[in-house]
């Protein structure tokens, strides 16, 4: 038996996804739900969170890219990450905020951390987020998504991890972290229940112990979401009635991501 964790992201960007969240966490098909707690709807969502803890984790979703003050888009911020020119006191400070912002609304820290758009794992960024886990948790450290990918696990994975995935694992394990090194469920938000079944089906069979395969419910789509009609999709998938048939299919087991 296999355990793996199934995180939803983007908890608390909107209604329709928070939810479709919630939905999936009472029904006990969720690890962890990640927070972007930069959204206007955090505070309504965060009032949510206290009734299902002892159910699933709930993390923070580091965001630069759309909630955040001075946020940028993705590519921008992939450019000036890798070539440096980030202001290292500014993403300290921004890492700590929205850290904060999570504590204030829960009363508790983050079970889990992982990255909007994967930019927790960029240059710069992974540096500031583990120095501030490390003097904001140091007694009681979360647990971290990491990004990677292996040989075969297609283009958008590895082009995912190549934006610095391996490097915040190793410095990950040195700080005594607990991760989760292997990151499954990225592919093209197509709208086709079918496919998605499959590529589920794919991803579990294919998932190592301790690896995670993330996901992105909603119960409708959002007007102006490019993935609008895939989060719907996925959360029916999630939500359905063969949902534990397919994880005894593969072996697996859905782990709880608590400190």
């Avoid at 540096?127 to 958008?156: E, H, M, N, Q």
């Avoid at 079918?194 to 995670?212: C, E, I, N, P, Q």
């Avoid at 419910?217 to 397919?246: N, T, W, Y």
């Amino acid at each position: 038996m296999k355990t793996v964790y199934l995180t939803a992201d983007d908890y608390g960007c909107h209604p329709a996804v928070d939810a479709a969240v919630l939905d999936l966490i009472d029904a006990g098909r969720l690890s962890g739900a990640a927070c972007m707690t930069r959204a206007p709807g955090w505070p309504a969502a965060a009032n949510r969170v206290a009734s299902r803890r002892s159910a699933t984790g709930f993390g923070l979703h580091l965001d630069f890219t759309e909630f955040a003050p001075a946020r940028r888009s993705l590519w921008p911020l992939i450019v000036l990450s890798q070539s440096r020119r980030l202001d290292q006191m500014s993403l300290r400070d921004e890492v700590a905020a929205q850290c904060a912002r999570f504590e204030d609304a829960t009363g508790h820290a983050p079970d889990y951390i992982d990255g909007h758009q994967h930019v927790h794992q960029m240059p710069q960024i992974r540096d500031a987020l583990i120095d501030v886990l490390l003097t904001r948790y140091g007694s009681r450290l979360p647990w971290l998504r990491i990004s990677g990918a292996r040989a075969g696990d297609g283009f958008k994975p590895r082009f995912i991890a190549a934006l610095g995935a391996p490097a915040l694992l190793r410095r990950a394990r040195a700080e005594g972290f607990r991760v989760m090194p292997r990151l499954l469920g990225a592919y093209g938000f197509d709208c086709d229940a079918a496919s998605y079944r499959k590529r589920l089906a794919h991803w579990f069979a294919t998932a190592d112990d301790g690896d995670a395969v993330m996901c992105h419910p909603a119960m409708q789509a959002m007007p102006g979401d490019p993935i609008g009609c895939a989060r719907v999709v996925e959360h029916g998938v999630l939500a359905g009635s063969d949902f534990q048939d397919r994880l005894a299919a593969t072996g697996i087991q859905i782990g709880r991501l608590r400190p």
